[in-house]
């Protein structure tokens, strides 16, 4: 593809790919095809995108604010040129064939000129009309005339016909006319009418996300009749500072503090009745929820969190749930609340049985907040008969293959990703939009044509500064503490500042515009923005700056928010104090900027996939089939990996043989070069230009994609395994459920769950797949005549159709004894393993079981290479020994060195259908990363000056990334960096015994700038 | 011994079947039950999830008392995410309680077990129908030719009326009321005199083979009278035949109507929806309750227009557990109310399928957590203000009548009426 196809005109238009649904997941999947070239159509039925993300207000278990992380997204998408953001719009019919589908979409009518319109905001002020705001969960008011956040993505008010006071008898008829008095652009038309188009689309993306249950029909929980009673979506919304109290945990009822507070899970949820099925987030988000509350409201004393199962089954998750019980003191209880009544003095009486006693019990306390199922999105129903796909019996969206493929629709070039498909969390449902986007890619063929990055503007370094500022309120984040207008007066008398001025949120859309006017207009050649941290927002500003003529190294963050707002909220003058010398510190480090130039390199367009287990082949697939050359190596002589292990497979018990047979077929159908028994020796390189040193060749490729799943635990010294023959793993067990044998009539197979998972020291995660494995292992067992038990701490069958399982279980005989979290369970016996000893908390009472086999249900560990392959490849580790994702939400695909990816169990445990996900996830990153034969290198890197190197060789020992090499030449010994492996983190430059190091962008004389001012005074 | 394996493998048999039938297995352990208990809230501890879970996990029996001390209410079955049905679950064990000798703690001197029994006899012939009123065409046992298609049940009340005298109840005007009303739809059904008992307490209680006789007997009559329709006011009465008798006989060939519900869908003249101009507090279109059922606490105004210068009565509605949630009928009293000219409908707290137990079932295990619990509920319904609360189940009127007599006097002036004969008196007979 060349540049030419991006520039020229519009004669006709690629086909593109229609993506449904502006959440997270249809963010993502269009960000991946827009990088890869693909045109994008996002079609969004609200007025802005963002979906239910831009509503949460933390993020777990990291507790990022999810809006902030978030709306760098939303604003990349607007701005990216392959991206058409058709917001307030829905598709009305899709004909044709997968490649060359017509998608009709209705476009309804703002009653607001999308291209005059500049969300001042004024309309929305003078409209009389107040209405619940969908936005807020109906906790806050909105008007006729709206954006539904502030951070609204496009930035476009939008008048709601249904609540217009014009439109009250159904057509226009003036009646009011305020906003459009007040629109300073005259930007209001009640004349505007909806808008239909058609587009040439090769593949559909959906992307529709979920909606939360309205608790109202389950009467004994009272919701509707107290106002203090919420849903856990009302809870969030009460909990964002930019929410409806703006972050106050109050009693809606009164206003007032609450001293206490009810949590209750499954609501809706595991429910027979209602939805039977786990929604999959709700164990954990609830736990956040405590921290946060606990966070903005002291006053809270008493956490009463009702559950079932605890299902804290992701990275960090189970550490979380500790957090909340050990630091914020939430008092987990293991029961589902029967009813919730009026209480004595105002407060509302929960009523429950106490696991302790098996007594009825109550508590008194003033908020309650119902965690609610996650259902289908509305409209569900009419979409799929839009579409011509087909939904479940819960309403979801319909997998084609659940198993075997994570994202097809029951029709062909239709992909379904995020919560469409079923409940999920972010990563995964991030990591589904990559791989449906790769799916969906497909069939786009050579229509394709990446953006093309050409070298930045260079502004004179010499020229006499000319500064803007820019300080950010962050709505309340940063305004309710830092008085924001002053910190931007401040600014505004600063040496060298133009320009200062004061924003509402910085980081929207309509802001960068104005940013990029102002640029322009006052002629300014340094940009400081004060707000939230770089790491998430200054690529958006530096963007900003390019599009203005400036280079972007000519820019310059403040962090008022984590600094200053955030750690100083008790002490709001001294904030503001503080705001202004980081805002003074920026400024001159600002007036000592350099412009840098990025350099481009060429790069290999080609990748190597490391493991040849179920994850590896499907990544090599994906990415075969978007025409690039693929290398998968496997250690073993075999390809296959875990998969090899396992008989059939939960849900569809087809056999594991045929799936793998299956895949491998697929695999060599392709040009994929494939070898066995080898491993990687050395790797030395950077992004598109990696070498790879196996035992009897080397390789040149551009990404590396680490897929090297992990290994069983054996649980040595545990259980009685070493001792018992009878006592045996899961993947013992597998064997023998291998063939179709019939156990003796009888026969005791007890199941032990968490052996060396979960525990206070050693591996204290959750291993995510181990109850599945248990429960179809036992469910077998069962068919086949045994008797079977699981002892377990939480039955976690939270995976789409894990519930089902679970049932299924129970329904065929299978027990279940729930053991105490800190006792093991005790195995005797004489040469075998014969009687299990443990304390049932279900019965109360200890409990002995005769048995004929132990099945330990050990966690996976990271493969044993995986230790020396972050090492070589400088991919940090997590506390769990498997590999860091760049972004424990956003970025579960990448790691922290750019052109090296992770799938499958390399990052943690995970079951087939959600390895496959992130395998073809990866693809599509790949497919963005290789789409054009260069990288742009970054630019803010270390250089050596040779005159006062003495080649003392520190900076080698010391760099993780393997940049400076000691070299040597006729006049001596001396240090070079290679620019590409450098990443400008300055270590080297701070340990430089005589400074021979500059770290570009990090000078000493720019950081000691900023010294020399703040001691100024 | 060989006879004792024997029994003891049926017993094992009828265990793992009892597991199987009532979702046992399914139990997830979440607690829901427990706290849902009116025997907890009362102030005892019994735990449906305990004993699920030990039959289920070690095959241990409830205890003596505790298989009997259940009320088959249903609220925990209502509020069961896996629909685990415990009532049923608790009859079946008490069934094999029998078998042991394990026998409940009957009340009233056990004279209403006896009356079971008594009229399980073939040759039975009743004097209980003496009060009906003129028009009603009684049909002795051997005065049955297949011609009597509508047929309406009259039940135990006549006996309750003997048994019950100094509460003044007037239970016979229940089905005299329910026959008058079902007249003015236009209907003419005959009563059976020699009806049996229903056998619904003998089936909760575990005598499955008294329900059984008088079941068959039962049919055997409506048989001989060709029965193609039956009417029934008792709720219980209503559900056994309704529900019961297919699942334990087999198919019925004559369709089982409960009261309520046919006049709801046939109002009788001067029962009618139009109109709103009631005195009452908040008119709704229609007067009909929310379509969601959701029963929000508020008040329902009556539709026909009430002579201006009478405040409409205050009624409340107590949901009877075999109206309501063993029946699922929730809207058909609640639409009679509102075409009821002059009434309002104030709800109590919980209503509909989360209405709390009467206290007493099955004439058994009657003691002081009943009297709570009837107390609880008396409380309930005053808080609303209302003057009645109304009822279907004659049982339950039975049971908070003694609650209310045992305090000496009818303190606060709450009455308690069947809904039937609320209706006909206000609707048909304005007295």
Same mark, same amino acid.
């Given at each position: 593809?060349?540049?030419?196809?991006?520039?020229?005109?519009?004669?006709?238009?690629?086909?593109?790919?229609?993506?449904?649904?502006?959440?997270?997941?249809?963010?993502?999947?269009?960000?991946?095809?827009?990088?890869?070239?693909?045109?994008?159509?996002?079609?969004?039925?609200?007025?802005?995108?963002?979906?239910?993300?831009?509503?949460?207000?933390?993020?777990?278990?990291?507790?990022?604010?999810?809006?902030?992380?978030?709306?760098?997204?939303?604003?990349?998408?607007?701005?990216?040129?392959?991206?058409? #953001?058709?917001?307030?719009?829905? &598709? $009305?019919?899709?004909?044709?064939?997968?490649?060359?589908?017509?998608?009709?979409?209705?476009?309804?009518?703002?009653?607001?000129?999308?291209?005059?319109?500049?969300?001042?905001?004024?309309?929305?002020?003078?409209?009389?009309?107040?209405?619940?705001?969908?936005?807020?969960?109906?906790?806050?008011?909105?008007?006729?005339?709206?954006?539904?956040?502030?951070?609204?993505?496009?930035?476009?008010?939008?008048?709601?016909?249904?609540?217009?006071?014009?439109?009250?008898?159904?057509?226009?008829?003036?009646?009011?006319?305020?906003?459009?008095?007040?629109?300073?652009?005259?930007?209001?038309?009640?004349?505007?009418?909806?808008?239909?188009?058609?587009?040439?689309?090769?593949?559909?993306?959906?992307?529709?996300?979920?909606?939360?249950?309205?608790?109202?029909?389950?009467?004994?929980?009272?919701?509707?009749?107290?106002?203090?009673?919420?849903?856990?979506?009302?809870?969030?919304?009460?909990?964002?500072?930019?929410?409806?109290?703006?972050?106050?945990?109050?009693?809606?009822?009164?206003?007032?503090?609450?001293?206490?507070?009810?949590?209750?899970?499954?609501?809706?949820?595991?429910?027979?009745?209602?939805?039977?099925?786990?929604? %999959?987030?709700?164990?954990?988000?609830?736990?956040?929820?405590?921290?946060?509350?606990?966070?903005?409201?002291?006053?809270?004393?008493?956490?009463?969190?009702?559950?079932?199962?605890?299902?804290?089954?992701?990275?960090?998750?189970?550490?979380?749930?500790?957090?909340?019980?050990?630091?914020?003191? &939430?008092?987990?209880?293991?029961?589902?609340?029967?009813?919730?009544?009026?209480?004595?003095?105002?407060?509302? %009486?929960?009523?429950?049985?106490?696991?302790?006693?098996?007594?009825?019990?109550?508590?008194?306390?003033? #908020?309650?907040?119902?965690?609610?199922?996650?259902?289908?999105?509305?409209?569900?129903?009419?979409?799929?008969?839009?579409?011509?796909?087909?939904? *479940?019996?819960?309403?979801?969206?319909?997998?084609?293959?659940?198993?075997?493929?994570? &994202?097809?629709?029951?029709?062909?070039?239709?992909?379904?990703?995020?919560?469409?498909?079923?409940?999920?969390?972010?990563?995964?449902?991030?990591?589904?939009?990559?791989?449906?986007?790769?799916?969906?890619?497909?069939?786009?063929?050579?229509?394709?044509?990446?953006?093309?990055?050409?070298?930045?503007?260079?502004?004179?370094?010499?020229?006499?500064?000319?500064?803007?500022?820019?300080?950010?309120?962050?709505?309340?984040?940063?305004?309710?503490?830092?008085?924001?207008?002053?910190?931007?007066?401040?600014?505004?008398?600063?040496?060298?500042?133009?320009?200062?001025?004061?924003?509402?949120?910085?980081?929207?859309?309509?802001?960068?515009?104005?940013?990029?006017?102002?640029?322009?207009?006052?002629?300014?050649?340094?940009?400081?923005?004060?707000?939230?941290?770089?790491?998430?927002?200054?690529?958006?500003?530096?963007? $900003?700056?390019?599009?203005?003529? #400036?280079?972007?190294?000519?820019?310059?963050?403040?962090?008022?928010?984590?600094?200053?707002?955030?750690?100083?909220?008790?002490?709001?003058?001294?904030?503001?104090?503080?705001?202004?010398?980081?805002?003074?510190?920026?400024?001159?480090?600002?007036?000592?900027?350099?412009?840098?130039? %990025?350099?481009?390199?060429?790069?290999?367009?080609?990748?190597?996939?490391?493991?040849?287990?179920?994850?590896?082949?499907?990544?090599?697939?994906?990415?075969?089939?978007?025409?690039?050359?693929?290398? #998968?190596? *496997?250690?073993?002589?075999?390809?296959?990996?875990?998969?090899?292990?396992?008989?059939?497979?939960?849900?569809?018990?087809?056999?594991?043989?045929?799936?793998?047979?299956?895949?491998?077929?697929?695999?060599?159908?392709?040009?994929?070069? &494939?070898?066995?028994?080898?491993?990687?020796?050395?790797?030395?390189?950077?992004?598109?230009?990696?070498?790879?040193?196996?035992?009897?060749?080397?390789?040149?490729?551009?990404?590396?994609?680490?897929?090297?799943?992990?290994?069983?635990?054996?649980?040595?010294?545990?259980?009685?395994?070493?001792?018992?023959?009878?006592?045996?793993?899961?993947?013992?067990?597998?064997?023998?459920?291998?063939?179709?044998?019939?156990?003796?009539?009888?026969?005791?197979?007890?199941?032990?769950?968490?052996?060396?998972?979960?525990?206070?020291?050693?591996?204290?995660?959750?291993?995510?797949?181990?109850?599945?494995?248990?429960?179809?292992?036992?469910?077998?067992?069962?068919?086949?005549?045994?008797?079977?038990?699981?002892?377990?701490?939480?039955?976690?069958?939270?995976?789409?159709?894990?519930?089902?399982?679970?049932?299924?279980?129970?329904?065929?005989?299978?027990?279940?004894?729930?053991?105490?979290?800190?006792?093991?369970?005790?195995?005797?016996?004489?040469?075998?393993?014969?009687?299990?000893?443990?304390?049932?908390?279900?019965?109360?009472?200890?409990?002995?079981?005769?048995?004929?086999?132990?099945?330990?249900?050990?966690?996976?560990?990271?493969?044993? $290479?995986?230790? %020396?392959?972050?090492?070589?490849?400088?991919?940090?580790?997590?506390?769990?020994?498997?590999?860091?994702?760049?972004?424990?939400?956003?970025?579960?695909?990448?790691?922290?060195?750019?052109?090296?990816?992770?799938?499958?169990?390399?990052?943690?445990?995970?079951?087939?259908?959600?390895?496959?996900?992130?395998?073809?996830?990866?693809?599509?990153?790949?497919?963005?990363?290789?789409?054009?034969?260069?990288?742009?290198?970054?630019?803010?890197?270390?250089?050596?000056?040779?005159?006062?190197?003495?080649?003392?060789?520190?900076?080698?020992?010391?760099?993780?990334?393997?940049?400076?090499?000691?070299?040597?030449? *006729?006049?001596?010994?001396?240090?070079?960096?290679?620019?590409?492996?450098?990443?400008?983190?300055?270590?080297?430059?701070?340990?430089?015994?005589?400074?021979?190091?500059?770290?570009?962008?990090?000078?000493?004389?720019?950081?000691?700038?900023?010294?020399?001012?703040?001691?100024?005074? | 011994?060989?006879?004792?394996?024997?029994?003891?493998?049926? =017993?094992?048999?009828?265990?793992?079947?009892?597991?199987?039938?009532?979702?046992?297995?399914?139990?997830?352990?979440?607690?829901?039950?427990?706290?849902?208990?009116?025997?907890?809230?009362?102030?005892?501890?019994?735990?449906?999830?305990?004993?699920?879970?030990?039959?289920?996990?070690?095959?241990?029996?409830?205890?003596?008392?505790?298989?009997?001390?259940?009320?088959?209410?249903?609220?925990? =079955?209502?509020?069961?995410?896996?629909?685990?049905?415990?009532?049923?679950?608790?009859?079946?064990? =008490?069934?094999?309680?029998?078998?042991?000798?394990?026998?409940?703690?009957?009340?009233?001197?056990?004279?209403?077990?006896?009356?079971?029994?008594?009229?399980?006899?073939?040759?039975?012939?009743?004097?209980?129908?003496?009060?009906?009123?003129?028009?009603?065409?009684?049909?002795?046992?051997?005065?049955?030719?297949?011609?009597?298609?509508?047929?309406?049940?009259?039940?135990?009340?006549?006996?309750?009326?003997?048994?019950?005298?100094?509460?003044?109840?007037?239970?016979?005007?229940?089905?005299?009321?329910?026959?008058?009303?079902?007249?003015?739809?236009?209907?003419?059904?005959?009563?059976?005199?020699?009806?049996?008992?229903?056998?619904?307490?003998?089936?909760?209680?575990?005598?499955?083979?008294?329900?059984?006789?008088?079941?068959?007997?039962?049919?055997?009559?409506?048989?001989?009278?060709?029965?193609?329709?039956?009417?029934?006011?008792?709720?219980?009465?209503?559900?056994?035949?309704?529900?019961?008798?297919?699942?334990?006989?087999?198919?019925?060939?004559?369709?089982?109507?409960?009261?309520?519900?046919?006049?709801?869908?046939?109002?009788?003249?001067?029962?009618?929806?139009?109109?709103?101009?009631?005195?009452?507090?908040?008119?709704?279109?229609?007067?009909?309750? /929310?379509?969601?059922?959701?029963?929000?606490?508020?008040?329902?105004?009556?539709?026909?227009?009430?002579?201006?210068?009478?405040?409409?009565?205050?009624?409340?509605?107590?949901?009877?557990?075999?109206?309501?949630?063993?029946?699922?009928?929730?809207? /058909?009293?609640?639409?009679?109310?509102?075409?009821?000219?002059?009434?309002?409908?104030?709800?109590?707290?919980?209503?509909?399928?989360?209405?709390?137990?009467?206290?007493?079932?099955?004439?058994?295990?009657?003691?002081?957590?009943?009297?709570?619990?009837?107390?609880?509920?008396?409380?309930?319904?005053?808080?609303?203000?209302?003057?009645?609360?109304?009822?279907?189940?004659?049982?339950?009127?039975?049971?908070?009548?003694?609650?209310?007599?045992?305090?000496?006097?009818?303190?606060?002036?709450?009455?308690?009426?069947?809904?039937?004969?609320?209706?006909?008196?206000?609707?048909?007979?304005?007295?």
């Amino acid at each position: 593809m060349t540049a030419k196809a991006a520039t020229t005109g519009k004669p006709t238009p690629p086909r593109g790919i229609l993506v449904i649904g502006g959440g997270v997941a249809g963010i993502q999947a269009a960000l991946d095809l827009g990088k890869a070239g693909a045109k994008v159509y996002l079609v969004e039925r609200t007025p802005s995108v963002g979906g239910r993300m831009a509503q949460l207000d933390k993020t777990l278990p990291t507790n990022d604010c999810s809006i902030c992380i978030l709306s760098p997204l939303l604003v990349e998408a607007l701005r990216h040129p392959n991206i058409d #953001l058709l917001t307030y719009a829905e &598709v $009305t019919a899709l004909e044709g064939t997968p490649g060359n589908f017509k998608a009709r979409v209705l476009k309804r009518s703002r009653f607001v000129n999308e291209h005059d319109c500049i969300g001042c905001g004024v309309c929305a002020r003078v409209c009389p009309v107040s209405v619940p705001n969908e936005f807020e969960a109906g906790m806050g008011d909105r008007g006729a005339i709206y954006v539904p956040m502030a951070q609204a993505t496009p930035l476009i008010y939008t008048i709601d016909k249904e609540n217009c006071l014009n439109f009250a008898g159904g057509t226009y008829e003036p009646v009011c006319g305020k906003c459009a008095e007040a629109c300073p652009k005259k930007a209001i038309d009640f004349e505007i009418e909806n808008e239909e188009i058609e587009l040439d689309v090769a593949s559909v993306i959906v992307a529709t996300g979920f909606d939360e249950m309205n608790p109202r029909p389950i009467r004994n929980l009272s919701y509707g009749d107290h106002k203090d009673i919420l849903t856990g979506l009302e809870f969030e919304r009460m909990l964002n500072a930019a929410g409806p109290t703006g972050g106050r945990v109050v009693k809606p009822s009164d206003g007032s503090a609450p001293t206490s507070l009810a949590i209750v899970q499954c609501v809706g949820s595991r429910d027979e009745r209602y939805h039977s099925y786990c929604s %999959r987030v709700c164990c954990v988000y609830s736990v956040k929820q405590c921290i946060v509350a606990k966070d903005h409201q002291p006053a809270i004393k008493d956490f009463h969190y009702f559950y079932r199962d605890m299902r804290a089954y992701g990275r960090g998750f189970e550490e979380f749930y500790h957090r909340g019980r050990d630091e914020t003191g &939430v008092n987990f209880i293991k029961s589902s609340p029967a009813s919730i009544t009026t209480g004595s003095n105002d407060k509302l %009486r929960v009523r429950y049985e106490d696991p302790a006693t098996a007594r009825p019990a109550s508590v008194d306390v003033d #908020l309650v907040v119902l965690t609610c199922a996650m259902i289908a999105s509305a409209g569900t129903p009419e979409l799929a008969r839009v579409l011509g796909v087909d939904v *479940e019996k819960d309403g979801y969206f319909k997998l084609k293959d659940p198993l075997g493929d994570p &994202v097809a629709s029951t029709r062909e070039g239709v992909f379904l990703c995020g919560c469409a498909s079923g409940p999920k969390d972010i990563p995964d449902s991030v990591a589904q939009a990559s791989a449906a986007g790769a799916r969906a890619l497909a069939y786009v063929g050579e229509d394709k044509s990446p953006v093309e990055e050409g070298p930045l503007p260079m502004n004179d370094p010499e020229e006499e500064p000319r500064i803007g500022v820019f300080v950010c309120h962050c709505g309340h984040n940063i305004a309710g503490v830092v008085d924001s207008k002053a910190v931007a007066e401040f600014a505004a008398r600063l040496p060298g500042v133009a320009y200062a001025t004061d924003n509402l949120y910085t980081c929207s859309d309509d802001t960068q515009t104005k940013i990029e006017q102002i640029i322009k207009r006052k002629k300014l050649n340094r940009v400081v923005v004060a707000a939230c941290t770089p790491r998430t927002h200054e690529p958006l500003f530096r963007e $900003t700056c390019t599009k203005a003529g #400036l280079n972007p190294y000519l820019f310059d963050m403040a962090n008022i928010r984590d600094q200053c707002s955030w750690v100083h909220s008790d002490v709001p003058e001294e904030a503001t104090e503080k705001s202004k010398d980081l805002v003074r510190m920026a400024a001159f480090r600002a007036m000592n900027l350099k412009p840098l130039q %990025r350099k481009r390199v060429e790069i290999d367009r080609s990748a190597l996939v490391l493991g040849g287990g179920i994850s590896g082949i499907q990544c090599a697939i994906d990415i075969a089939r978007q025409g690039l050359d693929v290398v #998968l190596i *496997e250690k073993e002589p075999a390809l296959g990996g875990l998969l090899r292990n396992l008989d059939h497979l939960f849900p569809s018990g087809a056999a594991a043989s045929d799936l793998l047979k299956a895949k491998i077929e697929e695999l060599e159908s392709l040009p994929i070069a &494939v070898f066995k028994g080898q491993e990687i020796e050395a790797v030395d390189g950077f992004v598109g230009n990696f070498e790879v040193k196996l035992k009897d060749r080397e390789l040149k490729t551009g990404a590396i994609i680490l897929a090297t799943g992990g290994i069983a635990r054996e649980p040595k010294g545990r259980l009685g395994y070493d001792e018992f023959d009878n006592v045996i793993t899961s993947s013992d067990f597998e064997k023998t459920l291998g063939g179709t044998e019939k156990f003796n009539e009888g026969e005791h197979i007890v199941f032990i769950q968490c052996v060396g998972a979960r525990e206070e020291e050693g591996y204290t995660g959750c291993s995510r797949y181990c109850c599945q494995v248990s429960l179809k292992q036992a469910l077998e067992a069962v068919k086949r005549g045994a008797q079977a038990t699981i002892i377990h701490r939480d039955i976690r069958s939270f995976t789409r159709f894990g519930e089902d399982l679970y049932r299924d279980a129970r329904n065929a005989g299978v027990s279940f004894i729930r053991r105490k979290d800190d006792e093991d369970v005790d195995v005797r016996g004489n040469g075998r393993a014969e009687t299990l000893g443990v304390f049932d908390t279900t019965l109360l009472s200890d409990v002995e079981l005769e048995c004929d086999t132990v099945v330990l249900a050990v966690p996976l560990l990271p493969s044993d $290479t995986t230790a %020396r392959l972050g090492e070589m490849l400088r991919i940090p580790l997590g506390s769990d020994g498997f590999f860091l994702e760049k972004h424990i939400k956003l970025g579960p695909l990448e790691t922290n060195t750019e052109g090296i990816f992770l799938c499958g169990c390399a990052q943690y445990p995970k079951d087939i259908p959600d390895s496959l996900a992130q395998a073809s996830g990866v693809a599509a990153k790949v497919g963005a990363l290789l789409s054009k034969p260069y990288v742009n290198l970054e630019p803010a890197t270390a250089f050596v000056r040779r005159q006062l190197c003495r080649a003392c060789g520190t900076c080698v020992d010391i760099c993780e990334y393997h940049a400076p090499e000691l070299k040597q030449d *006729e006049t001596g010994e001396y240090v070079e960096i290679n620019e590409a492996l450098c990443k400008g983190c300055g270590t080297c430059a701070s340990h430089c015994p005589t400074s021979a190091i500059v770290a570009k962008h990090y000078t000493d004389e720019q950081i000691e700038s900023m010294i020399d001012i703040l001691f100024e005074k | 011994m060989e006879e004792a394996r024997s029994k003891d493998e049926a =017993r094992a048999a009828e265990v793992a079947s009892l597991i199987k039938d009532t979702r046992a297995y399914l139990c997830i352990d979440c607690s829901k039950c427990t706290g849902s208990c009116p025997i907890g809230k009362a102030g005892s501890v019994y735990s449906p999830r305990l004993l699920v879970q030990h039959l289920v996990l070690d095959g241990r029996d409830p205890s003596e008392t505790e298989v009997w001390r259940c009320l088959t209410c249903g609220l925990c =079955r209502e509020r069961c995410p896996s629909d685990v049905d415990f009532p049923r679950f608790i009859s079946r064990l =008490r069934a094999t309680a029998l078998i042991d000798g394990n026998l409940p703690q009957t009340t009233h001197g056990g004279t209403f077990q006896e009356l079971m029994r008594i009229q399980a006899n073939e040759r039975l012939r009743q004097n209980k129908m003496d009060w009906l009123p003129e028009w009603v065409n009684a049909r002795g046992a051997d005065d049955l030719d297949g011609s009597t298609e509508d047929v309406y049940f009259v039940g135990c009340a006549p006996y309750f009326d003997v048994v019950f005298a100094d509460f003044d109840l007037d239970l016979k005007g229940t089905h005299e009321a329910a026959l008058e009303l079902l007249k003015a739809t236009g209907l003419n059904p005959v009563v059976l005199r020699d009806e049996r008992c229903c056998g619904h307490d003998a089936l909760w209680s575990g005598d499955v083979e008294l329900f059984r006789k008088l079941a068959g007997r039962n049919l055997e009559m409506f048989k001989a009278a060709g029965v193609k329709r039956l009417f029934v006011s008792c709720p219980e009465g209503y559900h056994t035949f309704a529900h019961e008798y297919p699942a334990h006989l087999g198919e019925l060939g004559f369709e089982v109507i409960n009261t309520v519900k046919y006049l709801a869908d046939n109002p009788p003249p001067g029962f009618d929806m139009e109109g709103d101009t009631n005195t009452g507090t908040r008119p709704k279109a229609g007067g009909v309750v /929310e379509a969601d059922g959701a029963g929000d606490g508020g008040a329902v105004t009556c539709g026909a227009a009430a002579d201006a210068s009478t405040r409409p009565e205050e009624v409340t509605y107590h949901d009877s557990c075999r109206m309501g949630r063993f029946s699922g009928i929730y809207d /058909e009293p609640r639409k009679m109310l509102a075409m009821t000219r002059g009434v309002t409908l104030k709800e109590m707290e919980f209503t509909r399928a989360q209405a709390p137990c009467c206290g007493s079932n099955l004439w058994i295990n009657c003691d002081s957590l009943s009297k709570k619990m009837q107390m609880e509920l008396l409380e309930e319904a005053r808080k609303t203000g209302a003057g009645v609360m109304l009822t279907a189940c004659d049982k339950c009127r039975i049971h908070l009548a003694c609650a209310l007599m045992q305090n000496g006097h009818v303190s606060d002036g709450l009455k308690t009426d069947n809904i039937l004969r609320f209706l006909y008196r206000k609707g048909v007979r304005k007295t």
